[in-house]
């Protein structure tokens, strides 16, 4: 498959078939993230490969009980309540994919992260250095699970239990868990989402 077929094609997959996974498959996808680009070439990325049914559901669990702990706490006519209500099964859909890929970011102090906290106001655990190199990764992964004939999604919501998924995965600072990607052989084929023009300027 061409490069730009692999991008373009690629979409966010959903749903998956009940079927697993060749383990030389993961590792060619796995190899394919670990190439990618990183800041200072640290290589910060790590990642746990998670194909136990219990733990995924333990993941899931965790983001559902958030969900209720935020309830008790604000009460079900909050805005944020009905919203996350609404976007709940697009963090836990996960649990039915075979293959379910953590990824981690290794935060490593850096002289360029440090000078920007002290010329500017942006102050976060995990640096621009650290987040973008786990970011290359996991696109070269979802390019290549892809160009497999596998289906992916890149998924952030499931942060909102961020803190309960490291203490069941053990992740421990300096690491931080930064997405969960499913991986599966496809059981719905998503269309292609229109592009917004005037995003890229020459000058
Ligand atoms: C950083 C990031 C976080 C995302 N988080 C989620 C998520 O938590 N749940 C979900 O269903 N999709 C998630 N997505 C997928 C996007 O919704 C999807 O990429 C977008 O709608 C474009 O569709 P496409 O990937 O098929 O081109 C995420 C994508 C990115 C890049």
Request: proline residues 6%.
């Amino acid at each position: 498959m061409e490069l730009i077929d692999a991008v373009k094609g690629r979409r966010s997959v959903r749903k998956f078939k009940k079927l697993s996974i060749p383990k030389e498959d993961i590792d060619k996808i796995m190899e394919s993230a670990i190439w990618a680009p990183s800041g200072s070439n640290r290589q910060q990325w790590r990642f746990i490969i998670v194909t136990d049914d219990t733990l995924k559901n333990k993941l899931a669990n965790a983001i559902e009980d958030v969900v209720k702990e935020m309830e008790k706490e604000l009460g079900d006519d909050s805005e944020i309540i009905s919203r996350l209500k609404k976007s709940l099964p697009y963090y836990t859909f996960f649990r039915e994919a075979p293959v379910l890929i953590v990824a981690i970011d290794e935060e490593v102090p850096s002289t360029s992260s440090r000078v920007m906290e002290m010329r500017t106001n942006y102050k976060c655990p995990i640096s621009i250095v650290g987040l973008s190199s786990v970011a290359a990764a996991i696109q070269n992964l979802l390019l290549t699970a892809h160009s497999l004939g596998y289906g992916t999604c890149w998924m952030t919501g499931p942060l909102i239990a961020k803190k309960e998924m490291e203490q069941i995965l053990g992740i421990e600072d300096p690491q931080h868990l930064v997405a969960l990607i499913p991986l599966g052989i496809p059981a719905e084929s998503p269309q292609p989402k229109q592009r917004i023009e005037g995003r890229v300027e020459y000058r």
